[in-house]
């Protein structure tokens, strides 16, 4: 039997992720108005908890050794999480303002970033090709922003960007613990506790009164973005982001579908032209990787 390799086990997970993510989104934005602070508070709670009971379980199996920081990767875990926290701030109050597909497909400029920030942390080199592809997403980024004078009407889709760049942060920071030989299931940990902890004053001074409902759709939502962050962590472990990342644009057609068919939402034609631009510089990269590779 053929044994699959890592590259392939990276594109699945990948794929999977990205489904994950769009059904997080989903119900992030069914939960309807409560504070995107909320709403990421319990998306962390149910992540921190799965995490928590998955370490556990390598606890009594392998014993507390599999679980151990290694050393050197403290600093990267609360750089994951700093930027993971960010991220995650900006990219639901994007949800919760934005159509599906913007609000995807401005979160999926997070594999250009990956990129630069691989380049930063781990000295993965970025050859002019890329760069450009890079350069060409960020101007199909702002057919989607579209600038305008108007800040008000602009801070939704900058916060889309913003999450973007956290996100991207975030999985290099991943990729480095990688290398480091850090524990998967204790980078979801450490990052759904430092983003629950950092949720806290907010849910002290402002918590919203929920119903049912509402408490399904965030338990759901939670649910979505731990088997997200799982996949992800995995995706990055088995291989690097310039092999996988134009696979994590499959969140696009996911959320599109998912945006058209519950909301009935439409992206206007500057959106779409930038759907195609970034998309298409994501295959430019892959491609490129592909064959240097």
């Not at 000295?123 to 980024?141: D, N, Q, S, T, V």
């Amino acid at each position: 039997m053929k044994k699959i390799s890592d590259t392939s086990k990276g594109i699945f997970f990948i794929i999977l992720s990205a489904l994950f993510f769009a059904l997080m989104a989903l119900f992030v934005r069914l939960a309807g108005d409560i504070f995107f602070v909320q709403k990421a508070f319990f998306r962390n709670a149910v992540a921190f908890l799965i995490a928590l009971v998955s370490i556990l379980i390598d606890v009594r199996k392998n014993g507390r050794s599999s679980v151990a920081i290694p050393k050197g990767a403290l600093l990267f875990l609360f750089l994951r999480s700093i930027a993971g926290t960010i991220g995650i701030f900006a990219n639901f109050y994007a949800v919760d303002h934005l159509i599906l597909s913007d609000a995807a497909i401005l979160n999926k400029m997070a594999p250009f970033f990956t990129i630069l920030f691989s380049f930063l942390l781990l000295k993965e080199k970025i050859r002019p090709l890329p760069l450009i592809a890079i350069i060409c997403a960020f101007c199909g980024a702002l057919l989607v922003v579209k600038p305008s004078l108007n800040f008000t009407q602009m801070v939704p889709t900058l916060a889309g960007l913003l999450g973007g760049i956290g996100a991207g942060f975030a999985y290099a920071c991943v990729r480095k613990l990688s290398t480091l030989g850090c524990n998967g299931k204790l980078i979801v940990l450490f990052f759904s506790l430092f983003s629950m902890l950092a949720s806290v004053p907010y849910m002290i001074f402002n918590f919203n009164p929920m119903t049912y409902q509402q408490w399904l759709f965030l338990l759901l939502s939670g649910v979505c973005a731990a088997g997200g962050q799982f996949t992800i962590t995995a995706a990055y472990f088995h291989a690097p982001a310039s092999k996988i990342s134009i696979y994590d644009y499959s969140q696009i057609i996911f959320s599109a579908a998912l945006g058209f068919f519950v909301f009935g939402q439409v992206p206007d034609l500057l959106s779409f032209a930038g759907y195609l631009i970034i998309i298409a510089m994501a295959v430019v990269n892959f491609v490129y990787n592909r064959k240097k590779n």
